[in-house]
């Protein structure tokens, strides 16, 4: 089961099964301690930045840098995206994928979560030009 | 009473490459679609939902848009597909 975690030194949160034995940030050793979801919370809110599509697109412009894949070139298509992205998360919570729909099981539905884990999926898997669902992401060609 | 049900939401690209399709069909082959957007109306959303067991093993496990139900058949089919699949899909 995941839970948060807390770097004793800078602060850093990692929500995860176990704590790094390594901080990413401040780099000291084994300084995570467990918290709860309510110090997390009010330890990473507010952030003070201001998440709007475009600070949204140049997150995973830079999250797509080093994989195998890129967001798709077609501006149109993103655009259409990210408006039902943000329209989701506006109304449902979370940036569910515009183009798949919640069942209202919250650990299930984590999974449409963009971006999602579109790799394991049949529309990406073993295709040459694979893509995920809606085609925010596809394979850099 | 409409059989046909097509799921679609207002900012999935498949579905909006879909729709001409769609209005080709019912205009060349008289054949009805009931068009239900699904993440703008709680309703729709309820209804796709209930048909997730004849729904989520034809589209990857999941609830893709589009959709398209055959309520009599209980056979969907989902995702863009040519004019002719669809349209041979719709007349079983």
């Known amino acids: 089961m995941k839970k948060y975690w807390r770097c004793f030194v800078c602060n850093d949160i990692h929500y995860g099964v176990k704590p790094p034995e390594q901080c990413p940030t401040c780099m000291a050793m084994n300084a995570y301690v467990e918290i709860s979801s309510e110090e997390a919370k009010k330890i990473t809110n507010p952030t003070g930045i201001k998440f709007d599509r475009e600070k949204f697109l140049s997150a995973i412009e830079e999250f797509v840098e080093k994989n195998e894949f890129q967001v798709n070139p077609d501006k149109e298509r993103v655009k259409m995206l990210l408006e039902g992205l943000f329209n989701n998360e506006q109304n449902h919570g979370l940036k569910y994928c515009p183009c798949r729909l919640i069942t209202k099981d919250f650990t299930e539905d984590l999974k449409l979560v963009c971006p999602c884990n579109f790799l394991i999926h049949e529309t990406y898997q073993d295709k040459e030009d694979g893509e995920c669902w809606c085609g925010l992401f596809v394979k850099r060609r | ?92």
């Open chain 2, 1 to 92: 009473m409409k059989n046909l049900i097509m799921f679609w939401a207002r900012e999935c690209p498949h579905c909006k490459h879909m729709m001409p399709l769609v209005d080709r069909l019912e205009n060349e082959e008289g054949i009805t679609f009931e068009k239900l957007e699904i993440w703008h109306n709680e309703e729709n959303a309820d209804l796709m939902r209930s048909y997730r067991d004849i729904i989520a093993p034809k589209c990857g496990g999941q609830l893709r848009t589009p959709t398209f139900l055959n309520k009599e058949t209980k056979d969907a089919l989902c995702g863009e597909v040519e004019y002719e699949t669809l349209k041979e899909w719709a007349s079983k």
